[in-house]
């Protein structure tokens, strides 16, 4: 069957799965931006998607069946599949929540009478440990050892396998972490900028005590992964796994610092030892952009001092 090229014959659609999410709500709101008829679907409807219509359905407990008869309705021209958070889950969840939703969406494609086009988002941790100084790459084998990485490394398996019999035709993105406005409260920056808020009223320095903070990671703004959304839904490209991130490995204390730089608030930022044993999955990720400049013609705009600036001033402004 062949695939629909976005916009034929009017006005492209496109179904977000996960579409409340950090990255979902910001892939949701580019594409209304862009003159996208937008679909956001989720298991809670959110409070605010300016422009985009809500359809409320756990994708891991819905048939793949009942999957295709909304893809039907709805006639997407492209489906984003942007489920699958690492923050706050159990180890036992993540073949539900990463793996599962996946595979169900690849049977209902595989059924449908009009096919989208796919664009799924994985993660670089699919990759496993990778050593200091190395980019991570699709020539690079994945090893992951977290439930997480392997349960999004088999979501992005099944995708290429499928793209690579035809039954698909998308692309993988492999995200780097992602920062700026919409950052989860559970992550690093969230944690970090809760501290700040609570010490910004007072005349002493706040104490931040955190984990160890002896990782590199390769931070890319949500605005930009969005970007790479859209550019992956207007591509053509099909079967390949593109990394996005900002080609830079930064010392997670770096970011640390630079929130508190940026908010202005006096602290103090304490680690505490690393217990004996201990040891962080991945103590390195860097991105290589190659792939994604040359199959997208994507690259990063934004520093990481304009998205650590831009996420303050909006938990800042939304706390005052």
Wanted: some cysteine; hydrophobic content about 45%.
């Amino acid at each position: 069957m062949t695939p629909v090229p976005p916009g034929e014959g009017g006005r492209a659609g496109v179904v977000v799965l996960g579409g409340t999410g950090f990255v979902g709500r910001r892939v949701c709101a580019d594409f209304h931006a862009a003159g996208w008829a937008v679909t956001a679907v989720a298991r809670h409807a959110p409070k605010d998607l300016d422009g985009t219509r809500f359809l409320s359905l756990d994708l891991a407990e819905t048939p793949s069946g009942a999957l295709a008869e909304m893809l039907e309705a709805q006639r997407p021209d492209v489906v984003v599949n942007a489920t699958g958070s690492i923050w706050s889950r159990e180890d036992a969840a993540m073949e539900r929540i990463c793996t599962l939703p996946a595979l169900r969406l690849l049977e209902a494609l595989g059924s449908m009478s009009r096919r989208p086009r796919l664009v799924h988002l994985g993660s670089v941790l699919e990759y496993g440990p990778v050593p200091p100084g190395a980019a991570v790459g699709a020539e690079r084998t994945p090893e992951p050892t977290t439930a997480y990485g392997k349960a999004k490394l088999a979501a992005s398996r099944a995708v290429l396998q499928a793209a690579a019999r035809g039954a698909v035709h998308g692309l993988v993105l492999r995200v780097a972490n992602v920062a700026g406005v919409g950052t989860p409260d559970v992550s690093l920056l969230g944690k970090v900028a809760a501290c700040l808020l609570e010490g910004a009223a007072g005349a002493e320095p706040v104490t931040v005590r955190l984990a160890p903070l002896r990782a590199h990671r390769d931070y890319v703004d949500v605005r930009d992964v969005s970007e790479a959304v859209l550019a992956a839904a207007r591509s053509r490209a099909s079967g390949a796994a593109v990394d996005i991130g900002r080609g830079e490995a930064v010392p997670v204390r770096r970011l640390v610092d630079l929130l508190v730089e940026v908010s202005g608030v006096p602290a103090r930022i304490v680690e505490r030892p690393r217990e004996p044993g201990v040891r962080a999955e991945t103590d390195w990720i860097q991105v290589d952009l190659g792939p994604a400049r040359d199959l997208l013609g994507w690259r990063p705009k934004r520093s990481l001092e304009e998205s650590v600036r831009s996420y303050w001033t909006d938990v800042h402004a939304r706390a005052a």
